[in-house]
């Protein structure tokens, strides 16, 4: 048996990594417990842009992002072994341009600089506050991409196929079909068909990312993306070099497979920056001339990105701040009325600065209520989560949102002080409830809350009916005091569309402006910085 | 049980609805002469008062046979740790399960259709592992499973139910007792809206005739009423221990109606307070009047 080549190597090691990260994906879910048992944001943790713009943009630094510092570390020893081995989305990305047969064109040879000039805006933007680095971030943006579109979509294929099988009631086939179906319960699918705002928007996006490896092998991280720009500026110091023996004949094979535009076929002009240590290079080389090792000597490949160009990308990074903060949004008590931030979310300035819109919250929500917003909190607050609770309100005694958040957004809070934590509050339209409006019965938004001293109170009163009949009933009101604005009563409303009580982000913890009552209800925490 | 016995079951069901209501009356004579109506258990260990509460009452083995498939339900909607009393107690739900099995079930089943997240629920419940513990299946409802079922009552004509409880052999009604705003308190009757899918937040406009109707087709074969602890404020969600009441009881009988007549009088309220119990009297469905039924008290 032959010995595996590097490049075979890769592909396992890819393989095994983006396992991994659907492995931990799908943990991203509740079984029961207020916790989920697997560290299902490490690949988040281990990310350095995520780290670097977080902390520009914040000053703050979350416990787990010294993880990054490794990737750092190994970077600047071995160069970005991350992007050819690791990545999800390059693995991904592998995978989408094996459908291109026919061999590309040579990429423009300028272009492998964008993702450099995206880098320092972003790096620009994070350092005036605005944290936009998530959007394109890989990581962030292949987890946002699963949880709100990918896999909601395969669930919903899967099972509407299980479905169809089980309404045909086949002899035989809809026995075995039902087996599998319950053990992909168990494993693959979710435990309820998700649903997001703007799925079919982030998938075709995240589709456009691999349909543009038919235009060109990897076109997402040769030319645009930003943590492959910083873990290139990290490796021009790498120790681990490539090294062309004199038997090069300068027959051009490795220039064909090179993942990246790191010229391979040039020898002294290798660009280490764009290396991804695919190893393809050393496979493919006739004479065998090719090596990687430890070696001395610096490549000659530079990058020569114009200080022109980087000063331009900089101060387009700078000036996005000021026209993204012009909305009235994000002036104080200008907010939208819906936006209701998940438990123990950080005052709005500070949130908008921390979130990195990875989509994670939004997976893990027991209900389903967190969404991704679209402009309900500014351009800037693109894709933050929102809970809409008609869709799923804040479980009470479910604090996993504040778990997986990678960047301290939303801060992880003991179970007895995340159910004192003040969403917002609800409140009762008179016009549609069935007891004020139309003499009916009913009592659900009362049934249905949470908290141990109810939030919802009922009066009882005699009302008349259209003949003038007395009818004998309860009015629900809402006790401010006492409520939470987990949106349980808006979710079971039974007055269908438009509901009967509704919450709003008036009176949320985490905001001094926002405060209704002039006295805050004691035993509750101050607002969140 | 297929889906065409289902058909066939729920025809001969309705059938037998158009019946006189004499016929329930002449199996609770039947009865009287092999003991009491109702067994009212009390004792610290929770399992020893379910075990001696069957006992008084002939035993599992009068209720579930050889190779049966039985279905508990307990009231499990909330995500509530059990001394909240807000669901079944655990251990009442395990017992029964481990009786089902000594009698020689093939399954038990639990399901419950909860109001928060049922993964929640079934865990912070205790149930779970209660029925974990006892070999017993714990069911998450599935949303294809549930059937429309003709109800012909006053409020509700028709309404999709859980179609499992009436393709079980046997089907053993847990419910836990507490108040609750708009039925006064909740019970047996009232635990059936656990089986019921739809808009059932609609049903309160007319709760306690919906719960009357909803009786007239779901007859369980038992009703074992967990009063280990009752929540008496705040229900039917609960979230306070000082609302919390211990009573170490439980009430055991084959008549839902009598069993919830019974537990009115753990409230310190008589029978007649709950509309549904009154109204289901009356539509012959049980008996409601205590005076009029053998009540067997035990200590353990």
Redesign the interface.
């Known amino acids: 048996m032959s010995e595996l080549t590097l490049t075979q190597a890769r592909r396992i090691v890819q393989g095994l990594f983006l396992a991994l990260f659907l492995f931990l994906f799908i943990q991203t879910e509740s079984k029961g417990a207020d916790e989920l048992g697997w560290p299902v944001k490490l690949f988040l943790d281990f990310d350095p842009l995520i780290f670097l713009t977080t902390f520009l943009s914040a000053h703050r630094v979350e416990g787990l992002f010294w993880l990054s510092l490794i990737l750092v570390g190994l970077t600047a020893v071995l160069g970005r072994v991350f992007c050819g081995w690791v990545c999800p989305l390059g693995t991904l990305n592998n995978l989408a341009g094996s459908l291109r047969k026919k061999k590309p064109k040579p990429p423009n040879p300028g272009w492998f600089r964008i993702k450099y000039y995206v880098l320092v805006g972003l790096l620009a933007t994070s350092l005036f506050g605005v944290q936009l680095a998530g959007i394109l971030d890989p990581v962030s943006l292949t987890i946002r991409s699963f949880s709100l579109a990918l896999y909601p979509a395969m669930s919903y294929a899967v099972t509407s196929l299980f479905d169809a099988l089980y309404r045909l009631d086949l002899p035989l086939v809809t026995p075995s079909s039902e087996a599998l179906y319950d053990l992909l319960k168990k494993t693959l699918l979710p435990f309820r068909q998700p649903w997001f705002a703007q799925g079919t928007f982030i998938g075709l996006l995240f589709l456009g990312v691999l349909a543009l490896n038919l235009v060109q092998r990897r076109f997402w991280c040769r030319f645009l993306c930003p943590l492959g720009a910083l873990l290139g500026l990290l490796s021009r110091w790498s120790v681990l070099r490539r090294g062309v023996s004199e038997q090069c004949d300068a027959c051009g094979a490795c220039a064909g497979v090179c993942q990246a535009d790191a010229l391979p076929a040039g020898k002294e002009k290798w660009r280490v920056s764009e290396c991804l240590v695919c190893s393809n290079c050393d496979d493919v080389c006739p004479k065998n001339a090719v090596r990687f090792g430890f070696l001395r000597g610096s490549p000659g490949g530079g990058l020569d990105l114009g200080r022109r160009n980087v000063m331009a990308s900089f101060f387009a990074g700078a000036l996005a701040v000021p026209l993204l903060r012009i909305s009235p949004l994000a002036r104080p008590r200008m907010s939208d009325a819906r936006l209701i931030r998940p438990p123990g979310s950080l005052g709005e300035a500070a949130f908008l600065q921390s979130c990195v819109r990875c989509g994670e919250c939004m997976k893990v929500c027991i209900t389903g209520g967190l969404q991704p917003t679209l402009l309900e909190a500014g351009l800037e607050g693109l894709w933050t989560p929102v809970l809409v609770p008609r869709i799923g309100s804040c479980e009470f005694g479910c604090t996993l949102c504040g778990q997986v958040c990678p960047t301290g957004a939303i801060r992880k809070l003991p179970l007895e002080d995340k159910q004192q934590v003040r969403l917002g509050h609800a409140a009762i339209d008179r016009g549609r409830c069935l007891p004020f409006a139309h003499a009916t019965p009913c009592i659900v938004c009362e049934e249905t809350c949470p908290t141990p001293k109810k939030a919802i109170w009922l009066e009882r009163v005699t009302v008349r009916d259209r003949e003038g009949r007395p009818v004998r009933l309860q009015q629900p009101h809402v006790d401010l005091t006492a409520c939470i604005g987990c949106g349980a009563c808006e979710k079971h409303c039974p007055v269908v569309g438009q509901p009967a009580i509704y919450v709003t982000s008036a009176g949320e913890s985490r905001s001094e402006e926002h405060q209704l009552l002039l006295q805050v209800p004691t035993g509750t925490p101050l607002p969140y910085r | 049980m297929k ?1 065409r016995d289902f058909l066939k079951w729920t025809a001969v069901s309705s059938a037998g609805l158009a019946l006189p209501v004499g016929l329930p009356l002449l199996g609770h004579v039947a009865q009287a002469a092999r003991g009491p109506d109702l067994v009212v258990a009390r004792g610290a260990s929770t399992p020893q008062a379910v075990r001696a509460a069957l006992d008084a009452l002939g035993g599992m083995r009068r209720f579930v046979g050889r190779g049966d498939v039985v279905v508990l339900k307990p009231n499990i909607g ?3 740790a059990p001394q909240y009393a807000a669901t079944t107690n655990p251990d009442v739900v395990g017992t029964l399960a481990k009786l089902c099995f000594e009698a020689g079930a093939k399954k038990v089943r639990v399901f419950d259709n909860t ?3 049922a ?2 629920c ?3 419940s205790g149930i ?1 592992d209660a029925a974990a513990a006892a070999g017993a299946e714990m069911v ?1 409802m599935d949303s ?1 499973k549930y059937r429309d079922v003709r109800l012909n009552g006053t409020a509700l004509k028709s309404w999709p139910l859980y179609g499992e409880i009436f393709e079980a052999d046997k089907v053993i009604n847990v419910p836990i007792a507490k108040t ?3 039925s006064g308190l909740t019970l047996a009757m009232k635990n059936w809206m656990g089986v019921m899918g739809g ?1 059932r ?2 049903v ?4 306690d005739e919906s719960l009357v109707d909803l009786c007239r087709v779901i007859r369980p074969t038992l009703t074992v009423l967990d009063a280990v602890r009752i929540l008496t404020a ?1 229900g ?5 221990l000082a609302d919390v009441k211990r009573l170490d009881t439980v009430v055991v009988g084959t008549d839902q109606v009598a069993v919830d007549a019974f537990g009115t009088t753990l409230f310190g309220m008589k029978p007649g307070d709950l509309e549904h119990v009154r109204l289901a009297a009356q539509a012959g469905l049980g008996v409601m009047d205590l005076s009029k039924l053998q009540i067997k008290r035990i200590g353990v």
């Open positions: 889906r909330w995500d509530r109001v928060n997240d993964r929640r079934y865990r912070q779970a998450t294809r609750h705003s708009l808009v937040f609609r309160h406009q007319r709760l705040n039917p969600t609960g979230g306070d």
